[in-house]
């Protein structure tokens, strides 16, 4: 069933990067308008958004990193960086992508303010202290 999704999303994507070359041509278009269109509010079912999302990351994160300012843009990289920030149901992976936001924070290329933030969380989810 998610392979379904995940054609059907390519296939959207595919539509909409022909139609916006212009983005294509500074960041990496397909990952960037994937993370928009994750980042639709529908709160009919969240339980399964917020699985679907999960899964969805995991895979950018292993295909391209994290996706800093660089490779999708700053609107972007902060609707990546709130998705992770909501998937409380997996504290390993928001500790995960800590280590690679770091890196982006460290090159410029992501926000302090949003480290700073993920950081607290993922604090706060394993039950210790917050630091910021």
Not at 28 to 53: P, Q, V, W
């Amino acid at each position: 069933m998610y392979k379904i999704i995940i054609i059907l999303l390519i296939n959207t994507i595919a539509e909409k990067l022909h139609s916006q070359s212009s983005v294509s041509d500074k960041f990496n278009g397909r990952l960037k308008i994937m993370i928009d269109s994750m980042t639709i509010e529908d709160h009919t079912n969240r339980f399964r958004a917020d699985h679907y999302n999960y899964v969805m990351l995991s895979k950018i994160i292993k295909e391209f990193g994290y996706p800093d300012y660089g490779l999708v843009g700053k609107e972007s990289s902060n609707n990546f960086w709130q998705l992770v920030q909501h998937q409380d149901m997996h504290v390993s992976f928001q500790d995960s992508v800590l280590i690679l936001l770091k890196v982006a924070v460290d090159n410029g290329e992501a926000s302090s303010r949003n480290y700073a933030y993920l950081v607290d969380r993922v604090k706060c989810n394993k039950e210790e202290l917050h630091i910021y």
